[in-house]
């Protein structure tokens, strides 16, 4: 690699570097940043926030309320309760789709909660079907088993 002394000119401009490489592509200049226009600020003074980094919403699984507060879910003391209905803290599941300024609507909440029992209903019904399921095929299987021997 050979290594050329800049001319006495670049070196006024560009003090940090003295040297300059036979190498080094023309795009590689470094340019000089453009002028910032300065604005006239308010007289007011800076406002402090506190901003939480990711706000999770939580939903009661009794009756659907949001809880969606400043305070995070997790620095709640552990006395918490819902406000509609009186559940603990416990009964708060996290809530992912995005809510809106009328989430604790009294028919919006009862439209969430009859889907939340669906749900539960659901998951609640799918052990059962899993073992009708099993005896179904086994059922099958020695059918066709005394049927073909």
């Known amino acids: 690699m050979a290594l050329q002394q800049a001319p006495a000119s670049s070196l006024q401009a560009r003090a940090p570097a003295a040297l300059r490489s ?3 592509a023309p795009w590689s200049v470094r ?8 604005t006239a600020r308010a007289a007011t003074p ?3 926030t506190m901003r939480v980094a990711s706000k999770q919403a939580y939903i009661c699984r009794d009756c659907g309320y949001i ?11 552990d006395n918490y ?4 209905c009186g ?3 416990r009964r708060f599941r996290p809530y992912e789709p995005a809510v809106s300024k009328n989430a604790n609507a009294t028919d919006v909440r ?6 939340l029992k669906k749900d539960e209903a659901i998951g609640q019904a ?6 009708v399921g099993v005896i179904a095929l086994a059922a099958l299987y020695f059918y066709l088993n005394s049927t073909y021997n």
């Not at 309760?81 to 509609?84: A, E, N, W």
């Not at 009862?110 to 889907?115: D, G, L, T, V």
């Open 22 to 24: 036979t190498f080094s």
């Open 31 to 38: 340019l000089p940043a453009p002028a910032r226009r300065r």
């Open 46 to 48: 800076a406002r402090i």
């Open 67 to 77: 809880y969606n507060d400043r305070t995070p879910f997790d620095k709640l003391s």
């Open 81 to 84: 309760f819902c406000p509609v």
């Open 87 to 89: 559940a603990p803290k």
């Open 110 to 115: 009862k439209a969430r909660k009859e889907q």
């Open 126 to 131: 799918l052990p059962i079907a899993i073992a």
